[in-house]
Nanobody, 112 residues
Framework: QVHLVESGGGLVQPGGSLTLSCVVS????????MGWYRQAPGKQRELVAQ???????NYADSVKGRFIISRDNAKNTVYLQMNSLKPEDTAVYYC??????WGQGTQVTVSS
């Protein structure tokens, strides 16, 4: 089956940047929609960004203009470039494949 492993989280100051990576492995036949979700304390999991096999991208309003999702099919990897980070971005970020498979999550903390 499909396994996803996120990496790249950490502690960053407001205004800083981080890039998350998600490596996909396992028995899959094609790459369709992939996305990043996040869950902050006391909040429901929310979509941050998604990218389709055709390269179409969608972003949550809260991250538009700051985050960029991309994928490298040759490396079976999806990325989330996060710029101009705000404390409100603090959450556990999860990579997902068609919302059927999920990674273990990586913590992003934005704080001074």
């Amino acid at each position: 089956q499909v396994h996803l492993v996120e990496s790249g989280g950490g502690l960053v100051q407001p205004g800083g940047s981080l890039t998350l990576s998600c490596v996909v492995s396992g028995t899959i036949f094609s790459i369709n929609s992939m996305g990043w979700y996040r869950q902050a304390p006391g909040k429901q999991r929310e979509l941050v960004a998604q990218i389709t096999s055709g390269g179409s991208r969608n972003y949550a309003d809260s991250v538009k203009g700051r985050f960029i999702i991309s994928r490298d099919n040759a490396k079976n990897t999806v990325y989330l470039q996060m710029n101009s980070l705000k404390p409100e971005d603090t959450a556990v970020y999860y990579c997902t494949f068609n919302r059927a498979y999920w990674g273990q999550g990586t913590q992003v903390t934005v704080s001074s």
